[in-house]
């Protein structure tokens, strides 16, 4: 079985602080990990993922990742939220569910508030 | 491209009620996806498609039926409309295999009174 835990259901944040948005999940097997994005009222876009090779991975705006296996962590980082990047997070692990074909597994999302 | 499409955008049926939701996509995409997405809840499986004319059933296919006629259609079925179908349906599709990403449609707001 495979799980997915965001630790934080929502994150009040000053503008210019530090973030940071915590994911943990559980796999008998290699997995692909994903970070999307859902601004108020749109769908979900990812914003990095983790396939394989260098365990830190960025993102165009500034959000990085880092897989830590022993940990079974993917927490995301930024170094300096602005209000534009008030949304919500969802951490997604992909399985093979047969055939050929992988499933997304999402966490129930963190909700990311920055306050001016 | 306009990338997934989805309609209707929004949608309040009476319990009971039969509706269908469509999704669209032109990126020649193999497979797709339904979701649903409940305050709380995350983004919970549906039923998926590996190809045209194949469905299988994911998290939480109880309810609800699916067709794959053309490759980049696939629609959202339910018969028999519940109160707790209420929820934001999103679609999605990728190229598939080994981690590729999944783009999303921007999703129906669906009540069910």
């Known amino acids: 079985a495979q799980s997915v835990t965001q630790l934080d259901s929502q994150v009040p944040v000053f503008e210019e602080a530090p973030v940071e948005l915590r994911c943990n999940y559980s796999?008998?097997?290699?997995?692909?990990l994903f970070w999307y994005v859902q601004y108020p009222n749109q769908g979900l876009q990812l914003l990095l993922k983790?396939?394989?090779?260098?365990?830190l991975v960025e993102s165009i705006n500034g959000f990085e990742a880092e897989f830590n296996k022993s940990q079974t962590s993917f927490h995301l980082r930024k170094p300096s939220v602005h209000i534009s990047d008030t949304a919500e997070y969802f951490c997604a692990v992909s399985r093979p569910s047969g055939a050929g074909s992988y499933q997304l597994t999402f966490g129930k999302g963190t909700k990311l508030s920055v306050i001016p | 491209n306009a990338g997934v499409t989805q309609t209707p955008k929004f949608r309040v049926l009476k319990t009971g009620q039969s509706m269908t939701l469509l999704c669209a996509q032109d990126m020649n995409h193999e497979y797709m996806y339904w979701y649903r997405q409940d305050p709380g809840m995350g983004l919970r499986l549906i039923h998926y498609?590996?190809?045209?004319?194949?469905?299988a059933k994911g998290e939480v296919p109880d309810g609800y039926n699916v067709s794959r006629l053309k490759k980049q259609n696939f629609l959202l079925g339910l018969e028999s409309a519940a109160p707790s179908q209420t929820s934001v349906y999103f679609c999605?599709?990728?190229?598939?295999?080994?981690?590729?990403?999944?783009?999303f449609g921007p999703g129906t707001r669906l009540t069910v009174l």
């Open positions: 796999s008998s097997v290699s997995v692909y």
């Open positions: 999605a599709s990728s190229f598939g295999t080994s981690g590729r990403e999944q783009f």
């Open positions: 983790y396939l394989s090779g260098s365990t």
């Open positions: 498609s590996v190809g045209e004319g194949t469905t």
